[in-house]
């Protein structure tokens, strides 16, 4: 129920389904196995919304943000999004930075970091970021901005976005977003992304329990910084 009245009432944004309107495509950004968000629940009602506008489940990728990991396997992929989703049709496809020809190069940020992004995400008509907001060692928060740098990011940009430059600087450590180089790469690489028209994130207690659900849109909040 929380889940639902944060799509349909979410922050500084239309819901979901209204934005969705129109829409011919959407592609929704998942993490891999290696981070706890809780996508098989987060993804039903999404899809029920995106629906509900007239976009239908065989019309929705999701995208597996793997960052420079390896692809999630079919048992991943099951554990990642669902039964219940899988089931609907949608399909699934893992970011694989290393191929370059399934990255578009997008510029460069002010330091300049080459940012490339994943060609599917670039392309789809509706763009959606999923995720789980904790304290992050170097970026100072997970979520946001990093479900497209790194996770969708290409090669190049992963690497220089894991540099030097960018990790040495005292401010880039945990709870810290001020100054914090790594959350401004990563902001600035998704700003040449365009963002995300919407974005639905959780934060998890201890024994990974939902314990807040935040649906907002990009530009009210990080594409506004």
Known sequence: ???????????GSAPLSEIAGGRS??????????RPVPNAFILPPVLDA???????PERVTLLIATGLHRPATDAEIREICGEEVLARGV??????????????HLGETSRGTPAFVDRAYMAADLRILTGLVEPHLMAGYSGGRKAICPGVAGCDTIMAFHGPQLLEPPEARAGNLIANPVHEEALAVAKLASGAEFIVNVTLDEERAITGIFAYNWLA???MR
């Open 1 to 11: 129920g929380a889940l639902r009245e944060a799509l349909g009432n979410p922050i």
């Open 25 to 34: 495509d959407a592609c929704i950004v998942v993490s891999d196995i290696t």
């Open 91 to 104: 399909q699934v496809v893992n970011h694989r930075a290393t191929e370059a020809d399934e990255q578009v």
């Open 50 to 56: 995106l629906a509900e506008a007239g976009i239908p």
């Open 221 to 223: 909040f990080e594409g």
